[in-house]
């Protein structure tokens, strides 16, 4: 019989060759956590999220296999099954703590935690979100399983978020706003101190993703909600990951009591999937050690992104409003922005071309995310490869 789906497949994939825009898995070697070409040449890393070289560390990696050895290699179970141990608990109280709220849920991933918990924020009754245009994938996902309205307001535009909540100052159900500490791909904040007072004049809920924040950014690396002042009011749900700068895998929500046991009842994706493994909350459990410790490696990572910065600016490189270690040089098409990624990589340099959709048409870039692991060296060859770009 003919297999239509798969010659469907195919034509969708030679339409994506065709535009440029088809993606490849790339296998990578690594030594001992450092990634190497083909010929066995380290690659200096500027594109993974293990901002503090935390999936490398000693301790991450010891504690991650003691836990394995003592509580077994997989959770047997979903938390509500037989899958809650003393050790996911002490850790949700320890991720509270970090982030300064009464409560915290370990949740599978930040993608399971943002496409999950919205819909279940919206089962509550009527309600309208509003959500920032470059909001993650994750999160466009949780809006549309959530079935609400959903508004999107132009990024980081707090006119435009307050015009479109003024418009709907009638509405009688509940507001949602959402948005992220840092964004993943312009690598830019938003000003949650103006948010929190937007979200408490029309009485809306705010809801703040901190992937790419925590570990990085605030007091001891505790995210940007964090950081703010003891007077501001206050972030109704943090959502943050634990496979970025915490180098693990996993995410978690935190915020009031409340929240929390509301998520335990009606959040499906804590409720229907397995509890992580032993190995992950060990290896989280020795993250939370160390990250309040690394001042010198955030302030490091902090000065690798601004010299990035003044050389992609210097050679004429749109790095946008970044303000973090994501730092993105806008180079236009498809084609354009593999040219440069290849060029880098021939330099040694693991860099990668970001193309729609996950960034608007026309916006292809290629996307630093840097760590605090490069050294000097590293980052002059990097400097030295971009000037070779522009030429
Ligand atoms: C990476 C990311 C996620 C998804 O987290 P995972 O744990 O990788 O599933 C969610 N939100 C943002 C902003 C992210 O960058």
């Keep these: 019989m003919d297999n239509s789906l798969d010659r469907d497949l195919l034509a969708q994939l030679d339409m994506l060759d065709a535009h440029n825009r088809r993606r490849r898995l790339r296998v990578l070697a690594t030594d001992h956590g450092r990634l190497v070409g083909i010929d066995g040449r380290r690659l200096i890393d500027v594109s993974s999220n293990d901002y503090l070289g935390l999936s490398q560390h000693p301790l991450t990696k010891s504690r991650a296999a003691d836990w394995s050895e003592r509580f077994g290699a997989g ?5 509500l099954v037989t899958g809650t141990r003393g050790i996911a608990v002490a850790l949700e109280e320890r991720l509270a703590a970090f982030k300064g709220c009464e409560a915290a849920l370990l949740i599978g991933s930040g993608f399971q935690a943002n496409a999950t918990v919205i819909p279940a924020l ?3 009754g009527d309600t309208l979100i509003f959500s920032d245009s470059l909001n ?15 508004l999107i307001f132009r990024h980081n535009d707090l006119d435009h978020l307050d015009q479109l909540l003024r418009a709907n100052a009638a509405y009688h159900g509940r507001r949602l706003i959402v948005t992220e500490s840092v964004f993943s791909m312009d690598g830019d904040r938003s000003d949650l101190a ?5 979200a408490e004049r029309y ?10 924040a925590v570990g ?32 693990a895998y996993g995410a978690y929500i935190a915020g ?16 229907y999937a397995t509890a992580l493994p032993p190995a992950v909350l060990g290896a989280v459990d020795a993250a939370l050690d160390l990250i309040p410790k690394m001042d010198t490696e955030r302030v490091r990572l902090a000065a690798s992104a601004t010299r990035l910065r003044y050389a992609l600016n210097g050679a004429g490189f749109d790095t946008l409003q970044s303000s973090t270690q994501i730092v993105p040089a806008i180079i236009g098409t498809e084609a354009a922005a593999l040219a440069a990624a290849s060029t880098l990589n021939a330099a040694g340099i693991l860099a990668v071309a970001i193309r729609p959709p996950t960034v608007p048409d026309g916006t292809s870039r290629l996307r630093f995310s840097l760590n605090s692991a490069l050294s000097d060296a590293d980052v002059d060859v990097l400097l030295a490869a971009i000037m070779s770009l522009s030429n």
């Design 203 to 212: 009485g809306a809920a705010l809801y703040v993703d901190e992937a790419h």
């Design 75 to 79: 959770a047997p179970s979903s938390r």
């Design 216 to 247: 990085v950014m605030g007091p001891e690396g505790r995210g940007l909600v964090a950081a703010l002042p003891p007077t501001s009011g206050k972030v109704d749900i943090v959502m943050g990951t634990l496979g970025k700068a915490f180098g």
């Design 194 to 198: 103006a948010l929190v007072a937007i």
């Design 136 to 150: 993650h994938s994750s999160i466009v996902h949780g809006c549309r399983l959530a079935k609400a309205q959903t």
């Design 122 to 124: 919206a089962s509550l």
């Design 256 to 271: 009031s009591r409340a929240l929390i046991d509301f998520l335990i009842n009606r959040c499906a994706g804590f409720i």
